[in-house]
């Protein structure tokens, strides 16, 4: 059974900092990308970052270069994101996907359940 578990969200200030967590288990590590995604109510389901476990190759969403940094830990199966200079505009439920293959898109093989990143001005 693929499981994917998203953890380390909460509350911080604005310019703050977060590290969010993705462990995931139920399938071939190197086979597949990892990708961080966030939706705010009333919003669409924005990507974020995705890395290839293959050959670590990483994508950025314009919103979020420089300021977010995603990294794996293979021996884990462990996906980070490095959130830093965290804006308001930030907050959302932020979800890891998995999918086959080296890339990400919208519509990933396996989702985990979302962590909550709030972000007071």
């Known amino acids: 059974e693929v499981q994917l578990q998203a953890s380390g969200g909460g509350l911080v200030q604005a310019g703050g900092s977060l590290r969010l967590s993705c462990v995931a288990s139920g399938f071939t590590w190197d086979d597949y990308a990892i990708g961080w995604f966030r939706q705010a109510p009333g919003k669409e389901r924005e990507g974020l970052s995705c890395i290839s476990n293959r050959d670590g190759n990483t994508m950025y969403a314009d919103s979020v270069k420089g300021r977010f940094t995603i990294s794996s830990d293979n021996a884990k199966n462990t996906v980070y994101l490095q959130m830093n200079s965290l804006k308001p505009e930030d907050a959302a439920v932020y979800y890891c996907?998995?999918?086959?293959?080296?890339?990400?898109?919208?519509?990933?093989?396996?989702w985990g359940k979302g962590t909550l990143v709030t972000v007071s001005s």
């Open positions: 996907a998995a999918d086959r293959g080296v890339s990400c898109g919208l519509y990933m093989d396996y």
